[in-house]
């Protein structure tokens, strides 16, 4: 009850870990809620991603500025309809410098020039399962944005797939980001819950908007 009637404390759940609940506004969720839409949209929009083993992941996803594949990045939808990635756009990297300065200070943005954003769409049965972002060839901090339902997420160390890890609720809205020594942490989301989404974002399910550094 405590937790409706008081506003959500901003956290750091590790060392260079910071979770910053209802980051965007109502009027900016709704605006990047109807970019992704667009960027979902072929050519080289939303698709199932394979893994190297043959299975599939549960959520679905598209990329912007470079097109990211197991294990690596290239500039086209080499897994999927091979056509030129969407571009990354300027407003997008100014989005993710301001979530750094936010969470862990304007020297940890300095430096920080975001140019490839992966986005995921979670239905009610979609999950993640722990793993690193370190296909990447520089330390910038990652930041991750939720839009509509709810989910646990699960932020690990850097060792292991295996405990110890925190589990978070994140929410239409929060900001999430972790660089540092929490900049390879082992990361994951099991479980989506259904129907949570703000009912004036009129959608169903959840988006992740992952902005990274290339350094490609």
Known sequence: ?????????????????????????????????????????????LRTVRTPGG??????????????????????????????????????GELGRRAVTDALGAEAAAEAAYDIALINFYDADARMGMHRDADEKADAPVVSLSLGDTCVFRFGNTETRARPYTDV??????????????????????????????????MTGRLNITLRVSGL
């Open 169 to 202: 609720e994140l929410r239409s809205g929060d900001l999430f980001v972790f660089g540092g020594p929490s900049r390879l942490a082992h990361h994951g989301v099991p479980r989506v819950h259904a129907g949570t989404a703000p009912p004036e974002l009129g």
């Open 55 to 92: 299975g599939t992941m549960t959520a679905r996803q598209v990329c912007l500025g470079r097109h990211w594949y197991p294990y690596g990045y290239a500039r086209t939808v080499v897994d999927g309809d091979g056509a030129p990635v969407k571009p990354f756009p300027d407003w997008l």
């Open 1 to 45: 009850m405590d937790a409706e009637l008081f506003p959500r404390a901003r956290s750091e759940v590790a060392p260079g870990a910071v979770h910053v609940p209802d980051w965007l506004d109502a009027g900016h969720q709704r605006e990047l809620l109807d970019a992704c839409r667009d960027w979902a949209r072929p050519p080289a929009g």
